[in-house]
């Protein structure tokens, strides 16, 4: 490959680029190492952040331990009084309601009923037999047994879905058994489920239209881009490999940090990691200032370091996404920026929100309980949605 132009020392470069891979003055860089030089920091600040990210999560942690679960709890209590409160207006007759309003609360208890069945079993249970008709209860038994001997068919195993819904447990004992009982029946189906997702996932895949001129010429041109990769890597690896081999270092503190680094090349290599290789090389030609990688690249080569950079910036974006947006906190989470105080200011927004649907609930329970027929009240605006 063609050699670049002279460099000068690392100690006159760092002053006009922050640890630059290819060093030189400004006006003797291209515009391809320039890109990279840029590509390289900003993946650098992405990996700093993924670091942070760790921080925040535990700052949301805290503050969902803290403020936002203790006002979930707090609604679930006032949601289960006020539903008994319903009922107990509802199958006592405690006022007088017209045939399509009785009907429609009476629905909407058994909506909440089948809804939260998962939450607490025997309590809505109780409810639900109370409030289903004579055909209705008999229409849900009749599918539960359905879907028992359909689960029988596949599985192989007795399974009570009632029984399997059990949330009421004497003691941590009673739980245990009750967890193996029907622990071989949860573990055949989670191993169904996932393969279920599979099939259909390539199902869908092969379902997908023939591939196009243009679709099959980019993966001929990635192809060919992984295999000039590799070579890159490889020239990079035995060069750096020369410089720190920790055998032929006499030095016991050299040595160690030697050998730290050919690990981490080892792996680095092992897995095309070009970015991680190029940070190794920077590390190098500190650890030995005198003895800087004779390793230079033409500018489509360095211009196909910088696409790979790239890449690498949006996975770890990506991974930063992941980590934060798969809590239930920040699932919702819109704002363009990722930071303390930015998630500081929507955790206070959430807790807010919260905080006003519990005193919502906390008000209705109150009216519920001193006046009966504000039930009419509470009919009319949820007819109205």
């Avoid at 690498?312 to 920026?337: C, M, V, W």
């Amino acid at each position: 490959m063609p050699k670049q132009k002279p460099k000068i020392t690392a100690e006159q470069d760092r002053s006009e680029v922050n640890e630059i891979v290819w060093k030189g003055a400004g006006s003797n860089r291209t515009k391809a190492q320039q890109e990279f030089n840029d590509a390289l920091n900003k993946h650098r600040e992405t990996q700093n952040r993924v670091r942070d990210v760790e921080s925040l999560i535990a700052l949301v942690n805290q503050k969902y331990m803290n403020e936002v679960i203790p006002e979930i709890e707090k609604q679930k209590s006032y949601a289960k009084k006020r539903f008994s409160l319903i009922c107990e207006i509802l199958i006592e007759e405690k006022i007088s309601l017209g045939k399509s309003q009785r009907e429609f609360i009476r629905r909407f208890l058994l909506d909440i009923c089948f809804e939260s069945l998962n939450e607490d079993f025997d309590f809505y249970q109780n409810y639900l037999e109370l409030l289903e008709t004579k055909s209705e209860r008999m229409e849900r038994i009749s599918k539960k047994k359905r879907t028992e001997a359909q689960l029988k068919k596949k599985f192989g195993l007795d399974v009570d879905l009632d029984d399997l819904h059990r949330t009421d447990f004497s003691d941590e004992e009673e739980k245990k058994a009750h967890e193996e009982k029907y622990r071989e029946f949860r573990e055949k189906f989670e191993e169904y489920r996932s393969k279920f997702y599979e099939d259909s996932y390539r199902d869908d895949q092969g379902k997908g239209k023939k591939k196009s001129k243009a679709q099959l010429e980019k993966e001929r041109k990635i192809i060919d881009m992984e295999k000039l990769l590799s070579l890159d890597i490889n020239v990079l690896f035995k060069n750096l490999a020369k410089l720190i081999h920790p055998d032929k270092e006499l030095d016991p503190e050299l040595r160690a940090k030697k050998s730290q680094l050919m690990t981490s090349l080892s792996g680095a290599r092992d897995n095309m990691n070009i970015a991680e290789i190029l940070e190794i090389k920077m590390q190098v030609d500190e650890l030995i200032p005198n003895h800087q990688t004779e390793v230079s690249f033409n500018d489509s080569t360095i211009k196909r370091f910088v696409s790979i950079l790239k890449n690498k910036i949006r996975d770890l974006e990506q991974t930063i996404a992941n980590r934060l947006f798969s809590h239930p906190l920040l699932e919702d989470y819109q704002g363009k920026n990722v930071n303390a105080d930015s998630i500081k200011k929507y955790i206070e927004k959430i807790v807010k929100e919260n905080q006003h649907i519990s005193n919502a609930f906390a008000k209705e329970v109150e009216n519920l309980e001193k006046n009966p027929k504000f039930l009419k009240d509470m009919i009319r605006e949820l007819q109205s949605f």
